[in-house]
Structures are given as C-alpha cells and as structure tokens.
C-alpha cells in the first residue's frame, strides 16, 4: 500500500515546501539578530533553522531526482525541467555546505564577531534568492506544464508528424527541427548526408497495420548513419518504432559532428538501451537500462545541454548526464542487420534556437 495520497503522484510536491520555508524563516530571524546582537536566541535560532533548512534541501533534491525521472512533459517543458533540476542541484550544494559552517562557527563562537556575522547573513540571502528562483521554476513546471498533475496527464502516444506527402526527405517544421514520414521508399536519402555502408541499406514501404504504410530500413549488418543537413543545439526527438525484426543496435544520434563523433541513444530489440557519445570512434557510456522493447513504441530522447533523457510510451527508461555536447546534426545510426520499421521522425528545439 502506498503511503502518497491519491492526488500526489510522487513525493516531491510534499517536501518541497518544508525547507523552503525554514530557510526563509532562518534568513528572517538571522536579519533580526543581525541588529539584536545581545540577544543570543536569534543566533541560536537562525543557526537552528539552516542547518534543518539544509537537511530539507538535501531531501527536496533526491525526490525531485526522482519526480523528474516520473514525468513525461511537453516539448516546451523540457528545457525548465533541466534548469529546475540544476538549480536545485546548486540550492543542495550551497546550503549543505553553509550550515556545515554556520554550525561551526556556532561552536567555535565566532560568529559572535559582526563582520563574520554580517558575512554568513548575507550568503544565507543570496542562498535564499537561489531558492525562490528555483521554485518560481517548479512551480511553472506544475502550474503551467502540469508537471505531476494527474488532471493534466498528457495522451498515451506521441502526436504524430503532419504528414508530409509531396516531400521527398525531412522538412523544417515550427519548433526549429524537422519533421520526417517517408511517402517514397527512397528518394528521401537525396537530402540526408549518409555515413557508412550506404550501398547495403535497403528502404522500402511496408503495411504498419493501423499506422498505414510506413518506412522500413532494412541493413546488411555494417554500419550506416543518416543525418539531415540542419544543425541543432538543443534536441528533442520524437518518433515511431518497431524493432522486432532488428538484430542490433539502432541509435538515436544528436550533436553529429563526423561519423566518430555524436551523441547517441542506441535501442536493441532485447530491451537495452545506452545514451553516451563517440569520441573519436570510442564509446563512452553514460546510462544502460532495459525496458520492454516488443512491438511498436513511441519514443522521445532529449539532449539538453549536460542532461540526457529517454521515454519509451511516455515512461522514462534511461537518464545520464555528461558534458554540454554543443551543436550537430540529429538523425539515426544502424550497426546490425535486419529490418527497422520507422512510422515518423521529428526533433524540436527546446530553446527556441532556429524557431
């Protein structure tokens, strides 16, 4: 049985609330003992406060880890979802470190001395700006995203690409990415810069069931990248995909610089699936998981700045971080043989770059 309310999808929204008002409380009382410096109470007491306030922040960063981990956010939601997340990241480092010293300096009584005593009060502010700032950011998840709101659970598929009939390849679309559904087997490959064995990669149309027809990638086992000529910083990625009928790895890449270096969140039909980059031709991972991988699934990979996000059906599956990649092409890298059934591709920009 779970301890949550009905309404509380994770426990974030639960705690959240406790250390910012106990750092706000700290930062109040220690601006009064700040003029009634014979007073020793408000020492104590604001001293009291930030070290609890501190403990909150360290317990509001690890659920909010895990809260960010359990939601599946609209495009333009995505960018605030990691500034919030690195923001409470430095809220946790800062006040875990200043109660540290607030505590010592209580011990050692020299806190007592006004000009360090006007110093650790004016850190304390600064620390509790970083804090409103941060909530002003989660608080624009929840009210204006619907972050975590039952009410305002998104639908159980990614929207699907305008189709794109009389467009041989992908075509620049209003969120500063493109938008890709093949209407021909292969004339499409024209306006893609292709890396690798070209010569055995097969396309063709094939029936998707209720998906209509869509595109099949079959590859004879060596392998082969295709990206589209548009440089992107920030990237989401959506689309549809069956890998039933693939014996390999099938990667999602970003940031394509040359065909030894990008991001990558790669997919097998076994249900791995890994986000890293290739440096130079070597593989540095930064998360492995499995998921269920039978079937179609729509899938979303976001690469933002050093945050790396992968959903299968709107759950999240994998989570790494690494460094700010900077900019590149997107588009999909085959390493096995087999067939790939793609219904659509599409990328966004999160922050607004090319819209």
């Given at each position: ?52 306030g501190a403990l909150g922040a360290v317990a509001a ?177 959506d689309g549809g995909m069956n890998l039933d009928r ?110």
């Open positions: 049985m779970s301890l949550l309310p009905d309404w509380a999808p994770n426990i974030h929204p639960l705690i959240v609330h406790f250390p910012i008002a106990l750092l706000f409380a700290a930062a109040l009382i220690d601006t009064i003992g700040l003029f009634l410096k014979e007073k020793d109470f408000w020492r104590k007491a604001a001293m009291g406060l930030y070290a609890l960063f690890f659920s909010g880890r895990q809260a960010a981990d359990s939601v599946f956010l609209p495009t333009d939601a995505n960018a605030l979802l990691t500034e919030h997340a690195d923001l409470g990241q430095w809220v946790f480092y800062l006040f875990a470190a200043y109660s540290i010293i607030r505590v010592i300096l209580f011990v050692l009584n020299t806190d007592k001395k006004t000009s360090i005593r006007a110093t650790v009060w004016l850190i304390g502010l600064v620390g509790c700006g970083m804090v409103w700032v941060t909530a002003e950011k989660g608080a624009e998840l929840v009210f204006k995203h619907g972050a975590g709101v039952q009410a305002a659970a998104q639908e159980t598929t990614v929207v699907a690409v305008p189709d794109s009939s009389g467009e041989a390849g992908p075509v620049m679309n209003d969120e500063g990415g493109w938008s890709f559904r093949a209407t021909r087997a292969g004339a499409w490959m024209e306006s893609m810069t292709v890396y690798g064995d070209v010569d055995g990669l097969t396309p063709s149309l094939q029936d998707g069931g209720d998906r209509g027809d869509v595109l099949a990638l079959t590859a004879s086992g060596d392998p082969v990248m295709l990206v589209f000529d548009h440089e992107m910083f920030t990237v989401q990625m693939f014996d390999g790895t099938v990667m999602w890449v970003s940031h394509v610089a040359d065909e030894a270096n990008y991001q990558f969140t790669s997919f097998t039909r076994d249900g791995q699936v890994r986000q890293g980059a290739s440096e130079n031709g070597d593989l540095i991972i930064m998360d492995n998981q499995q998921y269920d991988a039978a079937g179609w699934h729509a899938y979303r990979t976001v690469a933002d700045q050093t945050h790396f996000r992968a959903y299968s059906d709107q759950a999240m599956i994998a989570h790494g971080h690494g460094a700010d990649p900077g900019s590149g092409h997107v588009g999909i890298r085959l390493n096995g043989s087999g067939t790939v059934l793609i219904d659509f591709l599409k990328t966004a920009s999160l922050r607004g770059e090319g819209r």
